[in-house]
């Protein structure tokens, strides 16, 4: 299959680059940036630079290429910038999704969120709404994610991937990322409210094999949803950092997600089935 993989230099994009190029497609991935290209061909897959702002050049891309699918891994999270990733969520995905329509393109998979759902009570499957009502700053990532997935949800084939927090190399909880620096200056305090995370590799795991899964969402997350109060200090341990101080309440959204719809209905099973041993792997 000819796939164009869109963020191929991202943190999951270098991870699933020599995925697919195992499982025999054929991969342009495409960046913005000229400097990446050298490592994209590196890790198999033919470079193409384009920015998904410049419609006339992306279309160009996709008359080019005309793949059989398209897996959207961009974020733009280089800054921290949740404006700028909501926005590269909406305009930028509406570009892709557009010139996806031009050629003809009927199977996209795109990376999306497990944590942006409405308040509820316990983890959150994908039948559960997304927070229309988010207060800011909140509503940028939410507003982002449903205009995401509904341009996803035009094509005939759209799989979207709702990944819980991701660790691992290159992440922001990678032993370098900013996630560690915080805790290790003990900027972090664990409340009670409850994350699902997802590693790198069952993140671009996850991305290979939708392309063979029925449209529709899936949360993308690992077995144990948990409370910051329980997951940040063995974090900081694995990091060698003090232990974090402890807190009551829970931000809005931190109510984890559940995994069952994949697990029962797609036989989709992480590898890292919890964030215990993946952080002792990743940061030990």
């Known amino acids: ?84 990733n909501a926005r590269l969520r909406s305009a930028g995905t509406r570009n892709l999704i557009d010139a996806a329509h031009a050629v003809g393109v009927g199977r996209v998979v795109a990376q999306s969120l497990a944590f942006a759902y409405a308040p509820g009570d316990g983890p ?29 949800g035009e094509v005939a084939a759209g799989v979207v991937l709702r990944y819980g927090a991701l660790y691992g190399p290159g992440s922001w909880m990678a032993h370098d990322g900013p996630v560690a620096e915080q805790v290790r200056r003990g900027e972090l305090a664990a409340n009670e409210g409850i994350t699902s995370f997802v590693q790198v590799e069952d993140a671009a795991r996850a991305a290979l094999l939708a392309l063979g899964w029925p449209r529709g969402a899936y949360n993308i997350v690992d077995d144990e949803p948990a409370p910051a109060t ?27 997600a559940s995994n ?15 964030w215990r041993v993946g952080f002792r792997e990743a940061l030990g």
């Open 230 to 256: 329980t997951w940040l200090p063995i974090y900081a341990g694995a990091l060698g950092a003090p232990a974090p101080a402890s807190t009551s309440g829970s931000r809005r959204g931190e109510r984890g």
């Open 1 to 84: 299959m000819k796939i164009l993989l869109a963020g191929a230099s991202g943190v999951i994009g270098r991870t699933l680059v020599p995925l697919l190029v195992g499982a025999g497609h054929e991969v342009a991935g495409t960046t913005r940036a000229a400097a990446s290209a050298a490592l994209i061909e590196s890790l198999g897959a033919r470079p193409v630079v384009v920015d998904v702002y410049a419609r006339e050049r992306l279309f160009e891309v996709m008359r080019t290429e005309r793949p059989d699918a398209i897996i959207h891994q961009l974020t733009d999270l280089r800054a921290r910038d949740f404006a700028a």
């Open 260 to 274: 069952a719809k994949a697990r029962e209905q797609l036989g989709w099973q992480p590898r890292y089935a919890s």
């Open 124 to 152: 959150a499957g994908e039948e559960e709404p997304l927070d229309v009502d988010a207060p800011p700053p909140l509503n940028q990532t939410a507003s982002g994610v449903r205009a995401l997935e509904a341009a996803v």
